[in-house]
């Protein structure tokens, strides 16, 4: 999977790309990240990407001109292009599930008080991680991101993300490791047994009763999908 990125704060992601399993999944040529500087494109002489908007009231709004011109040079015929907007469709584990089967995603981070309107029409989906506003799209495309990576082959064990939180509706089971027990908290006797069955068992009834306890909604079928 390649995956572009446009953005007005390219150092934002330096950390991002070199850490922890994205880093591995670069270098182990799973994916492939680019981060564009959206500046690089604007025809300004000043580098200009944004300017006050029609009709007064708000603060600075990003030009259409550098980021169209961003993705016509970057677009192919499997492109899909995503849109960071809190105005956008929920973000999901079945969103990125999906997202994950794409050959090469195109993100479009917005900035200051929005982006021109008309940005709008390039984009293939509209996805907000939350409704809450941040300061820029920069977060939520890493997290995008993150959550994508994270799926492909190879990067981690298929065993370690089948059993993750909202698959099948359910939160994750509870995990333990060493020691057996610390300040007075024991690790549950079942995982210690060596019974695989009584220990599938077991893990089941917790992600349930964790699910029915703090995401009932979940269990309603409302949110995932
Ligand atoms: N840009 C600002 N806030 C956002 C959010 N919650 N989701 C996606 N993009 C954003």
Do not use: W
């Not at 006050?52 to 492109?79: E, H, N």
């Not at 809190?86 to 973000?91: I, R, S, T």
């Amino acid at each position: 999977m390649k995956i572009d990125i446009l953005t007005i704060f390219p150092e934002m992601f330096d950390g991002f790309l070199k850490t922890s399993i994205i880093k591995r999944a670069l270098d182990n040529n799973k994916v492939e990240i680019k981060i564009h500087d959206i500046r690089n494109y604007s025809k300004d002489p000043h580098k200009k990407v944004d300017d006050y908007g029609y009709g007064g009231g708000r603060g600075m709004v990003l030009m259409p001109q550098p980021i169209f011109d961003a993705v016509d040079d970057i677009k192919t015929d499997s492109s899909k292009i995503i849109l960071m907007t809190p105005q956008g469709k929920p973000y999901k584990q079945s969103v990125a599930y999906d997202l994950s089967k794409e050959k090469h995603l195109i993100l479009i981070c917005g900035h200051y008080e929005g982006f021109d309107e008309r940005i709008r029409t390039l984009a293939d989906i509209e996805i907000s991680i939350g409704d809450y506003v941040l300061t820029g799209g920069e977060l939520p495309s890493m997290v995008i991101t993150d959550s994508i990576v994270r799926l492909l082959d190879g990067v981690i064990e298929e065993e370690s993300h089948i059993n993750d939180s909202f698959n099948n509706n359910l939160l994750d089971y509870p995990v333990y490791t060493k020691p057996v027990e610390y300040r007075g908290m024991k690790v549950p006797e079942v995982l210690l047994s060596g019974h695989h069955a009584k220990i599938k068992k077991y893990r089941e009834e917790e992600a349930l009763k964790k699910t029915k306890n703090r995401r009932p909604d979940l269990l309603e079928g409302e949110t995932n999908e």
